[in-house]
């Protein structure tokens, strides 16, 4: 297993080396890993309007798989213009879907072969179930909603090139056939909710590692998507109940939110002058002030709660948790008891790994393409301790950072590797 998670990160970092709209004047790096970011931040909001204002019933199991899955499709597919895309899949899918298939299917069956068995289903099956159904059209709403925020900031550069205000109509009007899904009309119409997603999409500017030049460069957004995919995968590894999944990928999709208000601070300032107790108040101000009151009422709670901001105060993002009624409770592991819908269990410590995990594949690639500085290796030093003493279940984080280091460099998987 987790040889095949290894596998799988590298990857979900192929999409990073994926620069989007090619053929346009661009006003910043525009990447398919931050696209499939801001994509997965959509589809929330969106999901949770048809589930609390329309009653409408949302296979989030299924949703969070899909943005995975569809996100692993684009590492293998590129950048391909759209219209050619959309008429290769109607054409051509047996085809197409059996190439992706072979790129992705020996990584994933090493991690879980229900999983590949569930990645082949989403792109072949014709779903029946309603809240399937409901999940697979929110994915795609999502998906021309992220892809029009991108635009939004290209259209005002490329106002003179020839085919500009096609371009437009055609991505309005894919939107328009998805209006009957609350949360896209309001997002679309740049009402209150568009804001926090604009909020959102501004971390595609907040470079990680910001001390040091890397290849390739990544942002906290796109960091937050890979923190989120691992953190989902291994839960599913150990059959973690719907909500305890679900949860999982989103406080790991947002777990940096905060740093919109604050920008990065690098880990050593944090750990060294001591200034985290401080740095979480002003983010817990912040967050009260700027990001919950651009949320609708119905998802201040849950997202709070997923940010690690509830009265208990010794709660973070990072803390196992769970809720019993209004009371939250600060875990040192989730147990077979409490993994159950009803308690929202929450394992922040896995989370964290992940985060570790994500920072070291993204120093540890800087140097595989030779770009290095003494920050990325103390980074890489420092983070391969942390995580050989790091386990979760049955997990060896450890292991993990072996596999990757075969990976990238050949090194031996039972021992060090080379080039640090």
């Not at 999983?115 to 792109?123: A, G, N, P, S, V």
């Not at 922040?348 to 290796?377: F, I, P, Q, W």
Request: charged share 30%.
């Amino acid at each position: 297993m987790e040889k095949g998670l290894a596998g799988l990160i590298c990857k979900l970092y192929e999409l990073s080396y994926i620069e989007r709209w090619n053929d346009h004047p661009k006003p910043f790096h525009i990447t398919e890993l931050d696209k499939q970011a801001h994509k997965s931040a959509i589809a929330y909001v969106v999901g949770k309007f048809e589930e609390n204002l329309k009653g409408e019933t949302v296979d989030w199991d299924y949703l969070i798989k899909g943005l995975i899955f569809e996100a692993l499709q684009r590492a293998v597919l590129t950048d391909i213009k759209p219209q050619v895309f959309h008429r290769l899949i109607k054409e051509k899918s047996k085809e197409i879907n059996g190439f992706v298939f072979r790129e992705v299917g020996e990584t994933l069956r090493d991690f879980s072969l229900q999983l590949f068995e569930d990645f082949k289903d989403y792109f072949t099956q014709k779903e029946t179930d309603k809240g399937k159904l409901m999940a697979k059209r929110i994915v795609k709403a999502s998906h021309f909603l992220a892809t029009y925020w991108e635009f939004q900031m290209i259209y005002s550069s490329g106002l003179r090139f020839y085919g500009i205000e096609r371009v437009k109509e055609e991505i309005e009007d894919a939107i328009e056939d998805f209006f009957d899904l609350a949360g896209v009309e309001r997002i679309y119409l740049r009402k209150k909710t568009f804001n926090f997603i604009d909020l959102v999409g501004q971390l595609r500017f907040q470079k990680r590692w910001i001390q040091s030049p890397r290849i390739p460069l990544t942002t906290v957004l796109g960091h937050m998507f890979i923190v989120a995919s691992l953190s989902y995968l291994l839960s599913f590894s150990i059959g973690a109940c719907e909500r305890r999944k679900l949860l999982n990928f989103f406080t790991g999709l947002f777990h940096d939110l905060p740093e919109v208000t604050t920008r990065d601070i690098v880990a050593p300032i944090k750990r060294e002058t001591n200034i985290r107790e401080i740095l979480k108040a002003y983010e817990r101000e912040q967050v009260e002030k700027t990001i919950l009151p651009l949320l609708p009422d119905f998802l201040k709670e849950e997202f709070s709660y997923m940010l690690g901001f509830t009265e208990n105060k010794e709660v973070d993002e990072f803390s196992n948790r769970i809720r019993k009624g209004n009371k939250v409770k600060k875990l040192e592991f989730i147990s077979e008891k409490e993994n159950k819908n009803e308690y929202d269990p929450v394992d922040g410590t896995l989370v964290k790994a992940c985060d570790n995990l994500g920072a070291y594949m993204e120093a540890k690639l800087s140097l595989h393409h030779g770009l290095t500085s003494r920050h990325l290796k103390e980074g890489i030093r420092n983070l391969r301790q942390v995580l050989s003493k790091t386990t979760w279940e049955n997990v060896n984080f450890g292991s993990i950072v072996k596999y990757i280091d075969r990976e990238l460099d050949g090194g031996d998987v039972s021992g060090e590797s080379s080039g640090t």
